[in-house]
């Protein structure tokens, strides 16, 4: 598909659970509707634009009218599909935490309440527009803590200023206010700093290469490892661009991989909270790039924000972003798994409703050349590792550049892919004969998220690191000193005691009885889960285990406002609550 619309059907992925959590826990504590139809419509929407048969034949140009051959009206009318679903689900959003912070106590003129829409702690930046009313310079202060908030203002051509910040411990479904004061923003404890070619904190050492721009050195100063590999075939954070011909009605051949021009690279950003480099250059006259590489003072984690710009092309093409981790399997020779024929390898990939091992959990015969990817994808060893998340691009193709390969197995090529560490994120590419553009031109955002860690991990750690790239903390500025009905500065609404279970569905019940929770067991354990629903002013009056299409099944017991909940590995259970 068109990059910037899968982009934001991907975003819209995460975007519509977030928002349905936080409205429902509108609905059900500060009396705000309970938007059923809405959601079913922003859903259906989705889906519309999901649809694979959804579309014309052999018509990809995008770019010219029906009468001339193209599909320029048609394409009009799928893409409004997902247009629809972003604009459903920002209204709604607004309305229910604007809804919720009325409830919210404030002491302050302005204040700002960070919610979390995931059913776990975290700590992660926030991001938001410099509100209008308030003056520059200006402080912000945990309430809870009484502590001063490092902050700094973002500034790009063409978009408001925003101000970036570390919100820590915002809790489970729940929130945690700052007040906004006059002042200058306090001073980061530690620092980012920026020098000739390179940024280092305490968690990591950066390097450039001068001549194309790719990362060459990224080295984790607690592990003491490299994570680039410098034998790799192409370059770290490199844009690889590829031009085809056909062969036969069905195959491709490569007839060039166009270099990098005009390479140059230059300080970004550098503040209190995150410092960055940023690289840009040109791909002959068919494209030019900018890359930002992000490094934060206090989060170990490292952000990608690749911008592209671009004129059509409408021969066969693919652009692909390359992320060769030097994670090489630490066995000495693949092990075919018995069952299905595959090889087990250091790579796991985040899907709907398990963690994938690539070739030994597929079907054989199934295809190897992409793979759709949730939240991240991981690859490690017992030693160390690295995790990986992409916010726009879902593709990713392992060990290698495969397109048009078809591989039966990944193992099956003459070099072994599977024991390299080497991750491409394809971004473009118009190879299908359906209903995908024949050229894509305008202006493109692709973001990663890179995290590495020694032996002293868990598939919880993974979790957290991609879901909450993806599904970003919400700011609302809150006008005026108010004693609302919560007096406490940082609250939370659910409370989940095991790690490995998370709340992914929270709901209105279809036919309006309660409400619906979806817990899904995420580290592939048998485990039983305490659930504590901490509303205030209500308590379960029943709990009934359901199926999927919410029927009721067994009831559970529950103890004022909460219950427990048996789940089989990688089992996700649907529960009717009913509120009292």
Request: glycine share 8%; with cysteine; net charge negative.
């Amino acid at each position: 598909a068109e990059a910037n619309a899968a982009a934001l059907a991907r975003q819209a992925e995460d975007m519509l659970p977030d928002v349905e959590r936080l409205s429902t826990l509108a609905h059900l504590c500060a009396e705000g509707p309970a938007r059923r139809e809405e959601f079913l419509r922003a859903y259906h929407e989705l889906l519309c634009w999901e649809e694979h048969t959804f579309g014309w034949s052999d018509r990809g140009n995008i770019y010219k009218d029906e009468s001339e051959g193209g599909a320029k009206q048609f394409w009009s009318e799928k893409k409004a599909h997902v247009d629809a679903v972003h604009l459903s689900a920002g209204k709604i959003e607004a309305a229910a935490l604007e809804t919720l912070c009325r409830h919210v106590s404030t002491r302050t003129p302005r204040s700002v309440a960070v919610w979390n829409p995931l059913s776990f702690k975290r700590s992660d930046i926030v991001r938001m527009p410099v509100p209008g009313s308030v003056s520059q310079p200006f402080r912000l202060v945990d309430v809870e803590t009484g502590r001063e908030i490092p902050s700094q203002i973002e500034s790009r051509k063409d978009t408001p200023d925003r101000v970036a910040f570390l919100a820590v411990d915002v809790p489970a479904l729940g929130y945690r206010t700052y007040a906004i004061e006059p002042g200058n923003p306090a001073k980061a404890a530690t620092t980012t700093s920026v020098g000739d070619g390179g940024l280092e904190n305490q968690f990591y050492k950066l390097a450039f290469e001068p001549k194309y721009g790719a990362v060459s050195s990224l080295f984790d100063k607690e592990v003491k490892h490299e994570y680039v590999d410098s034998k790799a075939a192409h370059g770290f954070n490199s844009v690889v661009y590829r031009l085809y011909k056909w062969r036969t009605d069905r195959e491709v051949q490569l007839l060039a991989e166009l270099p990098l021009d005009g390479v140059q690279i230059s300080h970004g950003a550098s503040g209190p909270v995150y410092s960055s480099i940023r690289v840009s250059g040109n791909i002959e006259n068919i494209a030019w790039f900018e890359h930002e590489v992000i490094l934060y003072s206090d989060l170990r984690r490292i952000d990608f924000h690749n911008r592209v710009k671009r004129s059509p092309m409408y021969a066969k093409e693919s652009m692909l972003y390359s992320f060769p981790f030097a994670v090489p399997d630490s066995r000495q020779r693949q092990i075919e798994m018995p069952l299905t024929g595959g090889h087990d390898n250091t790579y796991r990939l985040d899907v709907p409703g398990a963690i994938l091992r690539p070739d030994v959990d597929q079907i054989p015969g199934s295809g190897r050349d992409n793979y759709a990817v949730r939240h991240f994808v991981s690859v490690s060893r017992p030693d160390y590792g690295v995790l990986w998340s992409s916010a726009d691009a879902p593709l990713v193709q392992l060990g290698g550049i495969h397109s048009d390969k078809f591989l039966p197995r990944l193992t099956m090529q003459h070099e072994d892919w599977l024991y390299k560490g080497w991750l491409y994120s394809l971004v473009m590419q118009n190879h299908l004969m359906t209903n995908t553009p024949w050229a894509q031109e305008g202006d493109y955002l692709f973001r990663y998220a890179v995290s590495t860690h020694g032996p002293e991990w868990t598939w919880n750690d993974a979790h957290h690191f991609g879901w909450g790239f993806m599904s970003p903390l919400r700011a609302f500025v809150v006008e005026g000193a108010r004693q609302g009905e919560w007096p406490e500065s940082s609250r939370g609404f659910v409370e989940i005691e095991q790690e490995s279970v998370y709340l992914s569905g929270f709901k209105v019940a279809e036919d309006g009885d309660g409400v619906i929770l979806r817990l899904h067991e995420g580290a592939q354990l048998e485990t039983t889960a305490t659930v504590r629903l901490l509303f205030p002013g209500r308590t379960p009056s029943a709990v009934i285990r359901c199926d999927g299409r919410e029927q009721n099944g067994e009831a559970i017991k529950s103890t004022g406002g909460s219950f427990q909940i048996s789940l089989k590995p990688f089992e996700t259970a649907t529960i009717r609550v009913r509120l009292g």
